[in-house]
């Protein structure tokens, strides 16, 4: 009986010379090309070169070599179809058997820094994914391995052809997915360089990260899933130092509470609680900012997610360990930090390095669809402050505007922020009006919302807003503006001496 034959040809080397043995000793016959036939012949194997396969050499570089009818027949035959081993006969085709392939670097070219155009479009791989396709088509009677992973598991059931089958189809479906990704991130890069924004047809794709214990509650099964060049400022980045896995929630208002905090250069400490900030504080120091977080909403803080733009010192730890917290995130924690936080069995420790990345692609599902946007990104040094009202803002009521401005942004709309003293006082959030979400602020807040600010994601429609603001003692508003009726608004904050700052910029959160 003859020989099985099986063709080699991979970018990612490792492990293939072991492999290549043990498919020897199986009794396979090796056919590869370029630089994986010179690594295994380099190993003291005896290597069928392809052009022995084709009757023709590799040319252009390598760009032609596999693309030939006797390497696709032999892939394609169908072994139980006498019309298909009859064609190979008449052609003198031999059968493959076992396809090892693994595509060129285009993934981690393109992630060079310094990358050209030139280099993106050389590490197009054209052959391999043909190879690989054809092969995982005919997976009845080929075996396909596209991830140094699987050579074990592979070499295990060609040993005792234990359900080879079920196996060859669970690696034709590995295929396909490796070549859809392939071609997704081609497709995108392309697009990026002929600056298509919307094009007429959207291939995402993912890396599963992490299998989630379930997903928003128990009954739901879950998985997170990183984008191939996330930026290093994101969670799927982030350097777990102490604590058990992290759930489906709690990366939700992780990302929630990373994204607010980036908002800031002075130190800062922000508490979520279900994607909502609950309390955020800027200061001199962390210490500062976190006690101002904290002081804003003590109740709502419990159980939530904490994130800090500084490294965490052992009197931070010392204050977050007071309190149940499920996850805090900072750019680092010192060792004596590490040492208090550390004896809280619960509690996730997160690294991450907080800096504003590339704009991101926001993309949310519907029913039957996805809808994609640009992220919401507006600088303080893209903002043109317009003040609407007879008395003008206060130097601290700007500050308090400003840090209020930054905050109010990442609140489920309808949303309503006031602040006072660098702190948030009151958060209204998701409400169907916005007087709703204004009266919840103010209750919230109590005493403190005497002479505090108010943020609003978007124009007030009607006076009514004003008046509720009025009567917790709001001294000056920073808003869109828009509406109209801006003029029964800005009539209104004249009547009672309160400052209004239009903005220009909306910013719902749905």
């Known amino acids: 009986m003859e020989n099985k034959r099986a063709l080699i040809s991979v970018s990612d080397k490792s492990g ?3 492999f290549a043995k043990q498919l020897t000793e199986l009794g396979f016959d090796i056919i590869s090309t370029g630089g994986t036939k010179k690594a295994l012949e380099e190993a003291g194997f005896n290597v069928i070169s392809i052009s022995e396969i084709t009757h023709f050499p590799e040319i252009m570089d390598g760009r032609v070599k596999t693309l030939h009818p006797n390497v696709h027949a032999g892939l394609l ?12 006969k008449d052609q003198a085709i031999e059968a493959i058997d076992l396809v090892v392939v693994n595509l060129y670097p285009f993934k981690e070219t393109i992630a060079k820094e310094d990358v050209t155009f030139e280099e993106a479009i050389e590490n197009i791989d054209i052959g391999g994914p043909a190879m690989l396709r054809a092969a995982a088509k005919n997976h009845q009677d080929v075996s396909v391995v596209v991830d140094p992973a699987d050579y074990g598991l592979v070499v295990k059931h060609l040993s005792d052809f234990s359900c080879l089958e079920d196996l060859n189809r669970k690696l034709a479906a590995k295929v396909y997915r490796h070549t859809a990704q392939y071609d997704a991130l081609v497709a995108d890069y392309l697009t990026n360089e002929a600056k298509e924004q919307f094009p007429e047809t959207k291939t995402v794709t993912y890396e599963r990260q992490q299998t989630l214990r379930y997903g928003e509650n128990p ?5 997170f899933y990183k984008h191939p060049f996330a930026d290093a400022s994101s969670l799927v980045h982030a350097n777990q130092l102490h ?3 992290l759930s489906y ?15 800031f250069e002075e130190p800062a400490a ?6 909502n900030p609950c309390g955020v504080g800027i200061g001199q120091t962390l210490k500062e900012a976190y006690g101002s977080a904290y002081d804003a909403d003590p109740v709502s803080i419990f159980g939530g997610i904490v994130a800090f733009n500084r490294e965490v010192c052992e009197g931070v730890a010392h204050d977050l360990s007071q ?6 995130i900072a750019p680092s924690f010192t060792q004596d930090a590490l040492k208090v936080l550390s004896q809280k069995k619960n509690i996730r420790l997160l690294e991450v390095p907080i800096h504003q990345g590339k704009p991101q692609e926001k993309l949310t599902t519907v029913s039957g669809g996805i809808l994609i946007q640009d992220e919401d990104r507006y600088f303080e040094s893209e903002m043109q402050y317009d003040t609407v009202t007879d008395r003008q803002p206060t130097d601290e009521e700007w500050t308090n505007m400003k840090f209020a401005w930054k905050v109010m942004k990442h609140v489920k709309s309808n949303a309503i922020l006031l602040a006072s003293e660098k702190q948030t006082v009151g958060v209204g959030a998701g409400q169907m009006n916005r007087v709703g979400a204004a009266k919840i602020a103010i209750e919230q807040a109590g005493e403190k919302a005497k002479g505090a600010v108010m943020a609003s994601d978007a124009f007030f429609p009607m006076d009514d807003t004003v008046e509720t603001a009025h009567q917790a003692g709001i ?27 239009f903005t220009g910029v909306r910013h719902f959160k749905h």
Not at 249 to 263: M, R, T
């Open 249 to 263: 929630n709690n990366i939700q208002d992780a990302d929630s509470a990373l994204a607010i905090v980036k908002e």
């Open 475 to 501: 001294k000056a508003i920073i808003q869109p503006g828009g509406s109209k009726r801006d003029e029964d608004s800005i009539k209104k904050c004249n009547e009672y001496g309160i400052a209004m700052v």
């Open 219 to 223: 009954h739901q099964s879950a998985a």
């Open 16 to 18: 293939i010379v072991d």
């Open 77 to 88: 035959a169908k072994r139980r179809d006498d019309n298909h081993m009859t064609a190979l």
């Open 323 to 328: 309190i149940f917290l499920e996850v805090v």
């Open 270 to 275: 922000v508490a979520v609680k279900h994607t």
């Open 243 to 245: 604590g058990k896995e």
